[in-house]
Antibody, heavy 117, light 111 residues
Framework: EVQLVESGGGLVQPGGSLRLSCAASGFTFRSYWMHWVRQAPGKGLVWVSRINTDGSTTSYADSVKGRFTISRDNAKNTLYLQMNSLRAEDTAVYYC??????????WGQGTLVTVSS | DIVMTQTPLSLSVTPGQPASISCKSSQSLLHSDGKTYLYWYLQKPGQSPQLLIYEVSSRFSGVPDRFSGSGSGTDFTLKISRVEAEDVGVYYCMQGIHPLTFGGGTKVEIK
């Protein structure tokens, strides 16, 4: 069974940093692209970032480019999202998802990030 | 970026009746590799999204056959042949050409 478990969310002040993790199990992690997608409270889904199977290719939404960094450790079956210079508008539930370059098949349960003073 | 427009915003359906959701993209989703990267997701209340349909019309593993997807180019449709109580939630379409973008969602409730 595919399992994706996000962690690392919490309350952070504007301008602060946070690192999210996504622990994967139940599939061959190194064979799949991975994505981060976020959902602000009461709002829709917004794609944030993706990374290819070996970590050599990454992409970002314009709204987070230069502030967020996606990475992965295939030996640990873990996906990361380093978030710097956080803003109030980054407040959301962050989901990791496995898929292809342009698809998200399975999603984790999400971790809530709240940016507030 | 490709803009995805879903209609209607909400739908109230009697159990056993059909339902249909439309999704239009601002440009063709037909990729040079011949595939069309259009996906449908359902987010049930309090849960994370789950994939229903991939590449326009293929049902994901475990998805009941009352769900079907169709369309091409820029116009796509998700149909539920007979709505059940467990189908309530928000349905999203998503396109897979970078950057990935989602429709605004369609809330489905039971009458």
């Amino acid at each position: 069974e595919v399992q994706l478990v996000e962690s690392g969310g919490g309350l952070v002040q504007p301008g602060g940093s946070l690192r999210l993790s996504c622990a994967a199990s139940g599939f061959t992690f190194r064979s799949y692209w991975m994505h981060w997608v976020r959902q602000a409270p009461g709002k829709g889904l917004v794609w944030v970032s993706r990374i290819n199977t070996d970590g050599s290719t990454t992409s970002y939404a314009d709204s987070v480019k230069g502030r967020f960094t996606i990475s992965r450790d295939n030996a640990k079956n873990t996906l990361y999202l380093q978030m710097n210079s956080l803003r109030a508008e980054d407040t959301a539930v962050y989901y990791c998802a496995r898929g292809g370059g342009g698809s998200c098949y399975d999603w984790g349960q999400g971790t809530l990030v709240t940016v507030s003073s | 970026d490709i803009v995805m427009t879903q209609t209607p915003l909400s739908l109230s359906v009697t159990p056993g009746q059909p339902a249909s959701i439309s999704c239009k993209s601002s440009q063709s989703l037909l990729h040079s590799d011949g595939k069309t990267y259009l996906y449908w997701y359902l987010q049930k209340p309090g849960q994370s999204p789950q994939l229903l349909i991939y590449e326009v019309s293929s049902r994901f593993s475990g998805v009941p056959d009352r769900f079907s997807g169709s369309g091409s180019g820029t116009d796509f449709t998700l149909k539920i042949s007979r709505v059940e109580a467990e189908d309530v939630g928000v349905y999203y379409c998503m396109q897979g050409i970078h950057p990935l973008t989602f429709g605004g969602g369609t809330k489905v409730e039971i009458k």
